[in-house]
């Protein structure tokens, strides 16, 4: 029986992203991944549904780590002030994790009209979760889903900031910059 590795995700993502930017993601099966890593399809199912969840998979959790961090924020501020805390307190985390492949997944997400779709789709989940979160803070729906959306873009450009500059800031100071760029932006001198 073959024994449990402990790197077997990290070595199929590796593998994949590589496949992804050398083929392109249409092009590549999920055996050619299982086989770059040296490992099996079995083995790959244990990690992913599949391969686009080799790019997505971690972020099925957003939402949910959004809608959290929003409640989490402080009453007393702003609803904007707490979608941009909310924003920058899963970034602070999610960072770390997605760091390592961040431009590459950029990158073979931006060939892709099937992996574009699944972003927006994403991103849809996400306003959804930040609406509903903020309707139970005491926002007006049609406000919430407005403020929702705005989140999503301040979110959006913190990361591609943080993507294109990583020693810019870490992606929570890139969203609070994004966000306070925003704010800025739409005050009145």
Known sequence: ???WDARAEERLRTAAIELFLEHGYEHVTVAQIAERAGLTRRTFSRYFADKRDVLFGDSEHLPELLAAALRRADPAC???????????DVGATLGARVAPHAVARREIIARS???????????AAVADALAAE???????????ALLADVGVTIFRTGFNRWVDDPS??????RLREAGAELADAVTPP
């Open 1 to 3: 029986m073959p024994r």
């Open 134 to 144: 903020l309707v139970r803070r005491g926002g007006e729906p049609s406000a919430a």
């Open 78 to 88: 702003t609803p904007f002030e707490a979608v941009v805390t909310a924003l920058a």
């Open 113 to 123: 009209p099937e992996l574009q779709e699944r972003g927006r789709t994403k991103f």
């Open 168 to 173: 810019g800031g870490d992606l929570a100071a």
